[in-house]
């Protein structure tokens, strides 16, 4: 293990206990093994009530910190993309054409839910491979696209579509400045088909996908963070090569699908949902041993903010308004393709009330 030396300019952006954390020695291994090396994966497994999400709120506040760019699937769960908006960056939600997410806030005067403050933008794309180019840099991105379709079949279609457009981008050096990021995938059963999931098609299809971007794309900075109840949720060629791992309660791997996951077979049923065992590249862990003060790790609480969110409209069936709009917009937007995402705020751009014709650059 090399001695610290991280750079002062960015240890002044940490909070307190990040500050802390990460000058430890614990923090150290997490630091120079995990977070400095973009491209590397992570697959957090534990069953229901395990805190998979919460150790991936913390995993995405450390990514945040670097150049890496977060971008984070919603799972539409329990609103689970609410503490995001808890972290002291700006959130920007990407969703399909026709759809649109709504974060309300209780107002004491008015005596009901209205629309937050700084409500985050929303993107609405019209096609999956424009949710690339509709990412923001300095922003935690959200993707939400499970319940803008009306069958789960759909929004799979849509997912195999973002991750082929992600795949052949990359390889073409074709993909939009967002190199390198994060992809967090909450839930990750709904898209992906492990060994216990195999009759769905679309998963197949998606399965195939995430392994060739967790073999191909890693080189170029694409980094996934994957959240499941068990470790066959994931195809095997895919968690092979997710080469880090979080423990949570209920982890079960047997030593022959992971010899240095089965160790802690005989723990993770004992572990509190604030706490998991960080499994590095290769089974190494730090603090080594059961014995070890402070093992297995213990991981930050992100509470729930008081806030109300709702998930409105479908792309697959718009209602007749929506629907009149896309024709309105079909005749008046030209088709720029990868670039449409680009453009979302002159399709309702309003030409101001008064224009002072005389503020002219004259020629000499």
């Known amino acids: 293990m090399k001695p610290l030396n991280l750079n002062a300019a960015w240890l002044s952006t940490l909070l307190p206990e990040q500050f802390k954390f990460i000058t430890s020695m614990r923090g150290a291994h997490f630091a120079y093994k995990f977070l400095f090396k973009k491209g590397h994966h992570l697959f957090i497994i534990g069953t229901s009530g395990s805190g998979k999400t919460q150790k991936a709120y913390f995993v995405l506040r450390w990514i945040k910190t670097t150049k890496e760019i977060p971008i984070w699937i919603d799972s539409a769960k329990n609103g689970e993309m609410l503490p995001l908006l808890t972290m002291g960056t700006p959130v920007n939600i990407i969703c399909p054409k026709g759809c649109d997410v709504v974060i309300s806030e209780w107002s004491k005067d008015e005596s009901k ?9 929303v993107v609405q794309v019209p096609d999956a491979g424009s949710a690339w180019w509709a990412v923001k840099k300095g922003h935690i991105n959200i993707f939400c696209f499970r319940v803008a379709f009306s069958s789960d079949a759909r929004a799979r279609e849509w997912m195999a579509e973002l991750f ?7 390889r073409k050096n074709r993909m939009p400045h967002i190199l390198p990021f994060a992809l967090f995938g909450d839930e990750s059963h709904w ?42 949720s994931l195809p095997p060629a895919s968690r092979e090569n997710m080469i880090h791992s979080l423990v949570c ?3 079960k791997v047997s030593p022959d699908e992971n010899n240095a996951l089965s160790p802690y077979n005989q723990y993770s049923s004992k572990y509190p949902a604030n706490k998991g065992v960080f499994v590095y590249e290769g089974g190494y862990t730090y603090p080594r041993n059961e014995q070890d003060v402070g093992y297995p790790w213990p991981f930050p ?18 209602t007749p308004e ?31 009330a008064t224009i002072n014709r005389y503020e002219v650059i004259n020629n000499d």
């Open 113 to 121: 839910y209205v629309r937050m403050k700084d409500h985050p933008t």
């Open 164 to 170: 082929t457009t992600l795949s052949l981008w990359i």
């Open 191 to 232: 898209f992906l088909a492990g060994e216990k999931i195999t009759s769905d098609y679309q998963r197949k299809v998606l399965s195939e996908l995430i392994t060739e971007l967790s073999l191909e794309d890693r080189a170029h900075g694409a980094r996934l963070v994957l959240m499941a109840q068990s470790y066959k």
């Open 249 to 251: 309660r209920g982890c």
């Open 301 to 318: 609480f992100f509470p729930m903010p008081p806030l109300k969110l709702e998930y409105k409209g479908e792309f697959d069936d718009p």
């Open 322 to 352: 929506r629907a009149h709009e896309e024709e309105l917009e079909q005749e008046i937007t030209p088709d720029l393709s990868k670039y449409n995402a680009l453009c979302q705020d002159l399709i309702n751009y309003k030409i101001p």
